[in-house]
């Protein structure tokens, strides 16, 4: 096989990782390719012979505008509130509002924001009008904010991920980033992670929910997966599509206390991890720092493992 081929089809399984959360998400075989799956990648870029594996395959969140659909947030300057109403549209390539979606991990758009030093993490499902307006109930504090929306065109384009800057005006002082832990408390909860964050490869994360020292073995489904799973690079917001192994009823996916997850790490560098899980009727977050490595030199000596309670 030429080169050009080899390129073609590593960067190909990369858009599998990357791209396609329906196909994985309702696949039981999670990074296994399956062609279909191509059509949720950036095939136009991968296709292009000599094209590095970053170039071929850039982040999520990264732009306002891609593919054809632009981001807008009706007002991008907001003022703190603990309960702001924020507007935005999905403009589709004919320019207009986009109102039809398909149904991703049972909503129709996933609207996730943080602050830039990756603190004030939310991930809610704003509703749509028959406009094609959504409007998303946030708790903003004073800062630079990044926004993304989640979404899948129905039946048209891939599933993509547009970013768009939001202000809140005020006094702001940002957080140094937490130092890489394996565990995250919540509450009452304590989450461990297993696995190596590594990049070039899959990287499979396990993620163990206890409750009081106990393993919590009755999660409760929360869109349509024990644990939905976000993950932010350090430094420019880059969003990735993180993949659950399993989902409720399968037959195979154990309700806890275990959740894994798959996902690739574009680059090495450091990732805050945002782990949503249900609980007693109630979803709570957790947070992680990782270390991407390359996969060649992450092997034993992770220097991941302190025993630091998560600071919050
Ligand atoms: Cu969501």
Redesign the pocket.
């Known amino acids: 096989m030429n080169s050009a081929g080899k390129v073609g089809i590593f960067a190909a399984g990369l858009c599998v990782v990357f791209g396609a959360a329906i196909a994985i998400g309702n696949a039981v075989g999670p990074v296994d390719s399956e062609p279909a799956a191509m059509e949720h990648g950036d095939d136009e870029m991968t296709d292009m012979p000599g094209m590095s594996k970053s170039a071929a395959t850039i982040p999520g969140g990264l732009q306002v505008a891609q593919g054809g659909y632009r981001l807008v947030l009706d007002d991008p300057r907001q003022q703190p509130a603990k309960d702001a109403a924020v507007t935005f549209r999905v403009l589709g390539p004919d320019g207009d509002p986009l109102t039809d979606y398909a149904t991703l991990?049972d909503?129709q758009l996933?609207?996730?924001v943080a602050k830039r030093d990756l603190t004030g993490f939310q991930?809610?499902?704003p509703t749509i009008d028959e406009h094609g307006t959504w409007t998303a109930k946030l708790a903003l504090e004073p800062g630079q904010w990044r926004t993304f929306a989640?979404f899948d065109p129905a039946g048209k384009d891939p599933q993509l991920t547009l970013g768009a800057d939001l202000t809140v005006a005020g006094e702001f002082t940002p957080e140094p980033l937490p130092k890489p832990s394996r565990t995250a408390t919540v509450g009452d909860y304590t989450v461990t992670l297993a696995g190596d964050a590594v990049t070039g490869a899959d990287a499979k994360l396990t993620l163990t929910v206890a409750k009081d020292g106990r393993p919590v073995t009755d999660l409760q489904p929360y869109?349509a997966a024990y644990g939905?799973l976000v993950a932010l690079r350090e430094g420019d917001l880059a969003y990735l599509h993180v993949h659950p192994d399993g989902e409720p009823g399968d037959g195979r996916t154990e309700p806890g206390p275990g959740i894994t997850f798959h996902t690739a790490f574009p680059s090495e560098g450091s990732y805050r991890l945002y782990l949503d899980f249900k609980h007693d009727g109630v979803v709570r977050t957790a947070e992680f720092t990782v270390e991407a490595a390359g996969a060649a030199s992450g092997t034993g000596s992770d220097d991941n493992h302190d025993d630091s309670e998560h600071e919050h």
């Open positions: 991990h909503k996933h609207f996730i991930h809610v499902h989640d869109l939905h």
